[in-house]
């Protein structure tokens, strides 16, 4: 049987991206100036940024039970074990909602959910390290996922704390600080939530930030690794150029990506970073055989 994979646009892919590569597609919905917006269907990343840039803050809104039922019975018909790699259920209600549908479909048995504790370019590794195994038992890549995880990391750059901090991750005292100082906020994700990972008093104080983070938590180069944007691309390239390939002269020309509206609307616009792993993992067809054995040892108990 093959691996049927679900995908919401979290990931940052559209509707026609993503079943060109031959996911299912769960679109998430986002209500800006009185009028929702059903992502990566309906409003492109741009005219998100358009829209945001007039001042009224998004709302959005995860997927009902009922629409991740229909597509868990469509993937699953067949007889194929179905993966959802959803958002993180720390940003979302749509793993709650997914976890719903699931004891409602027809073949329960055959959909499987694995929450991300992630989103967009996190998403895009998780599905990169699938589509390398994706011809192994179910189990094995659900391990090889859950081994995966806490390595996924993310260091952005906001221009602005408005987001972060009307999103209730910054105190009042804090976020009147950070506009008296000039300061500007580095995101990151601790267990699925996004979290300052600390601020900085200007653009290149904090671009210089997320190099020494980078350095911190050092990149395994045997992964990808994704520099990100939201509105402006030209911040990105200012970082990029002036300071990530001044870090690793040996890694040039790196995938670029564009945050998708829905996490645009918890971290707002002029946003930039990397997306990566980080960490040594242990070589991966060693890995795939150590699982293979534990599991294996496991059922024979």
């Not at 990566?40 to 945001?52: K, S």
């Not at 259920?89 to 499987?112: L, W």
């Not at 009307?166 to 300061?183: N, P």
């Not at 350095?215 to 990530?244: A, G, H, M, Q």
């Amino acid at each position: 049987m093959a691996l049927k994979i679900i995908v919401d646009s979290s990931c940052g892919y559209s509707k026609e991206e993503a079943e060109a590569k031959g996911y299912f597609y769960v679109p998430l919905q986002i209500t800006l100036l009185g009028k929702t917006y059903t992502e990566g269907v309906d409003i492109t990343a741009d005219e998100f940024y358009a829209i945001l840039g007039k001042g009224e803050l998004p709302h959005t809104s995860q997927p009902s039970p009922m629409l991740y039922q229909e597509v868990f019975d469509k993937a699953s018909k067949d007889g194929d074990e179905v993966l959802l790699l959803s958002i993180s259920s720390k940003v979302s209600g749509a793993f709650q909602a997914a976890n719903i549908a699931k004891n409602d479909c027809e073949h329960p048995e055959k959909i499987h959910l694995f929450d991300t504790l992630s989103f967009f370019g996190g998403i895009l590794i998780f599905l990169n390290e699938v589509e390398k195994i994706k011809e192994e038992p179910i189990e094995v890549i659900l391990e090889d996922l859950e081994e995966l995880r806490p390595h996924i990391h993310v260091f952005a750059g906001m221009d602005t704390l408005e987001y972060v901090y009307k999103g209730g991750r910054l105190s009042k005292f804090h976020f009147a600080l950070g506009i008296f100082m000039h300061a500007k906020a580095i995101g990151t994700l601790d267990d699925g939530s996004v979290v300052l990972a600390g601020k900085a008093l200007g653009t290149n104080n904090a671009m210089k930030f997320i190099i020494e983070k980078s350095k911190e938590y050092p990149v395994n180069w045997d992964y990808p690794c994704y520099l990100l944007y939201s509105s402006e691309k030209s911040i990105l390239e200012r970082f990029s150029t002036d300071f990530f390939y001044k870090a690793y002269p040996e890694h040039q020309n790196l995938p670029i990506i564009q945050i998708d509206p829905l996490i645009g609307s918890h971290i707002g616009p002029l946003v930039y970073g990397i997306f990566y792993v980080a960490g040594e993992r242990e070589k991966h067809k060693l890995l795939i055989q150590r699982i293979r054995e534990r599991l294996t040892h496991k059922g024979e108990k």
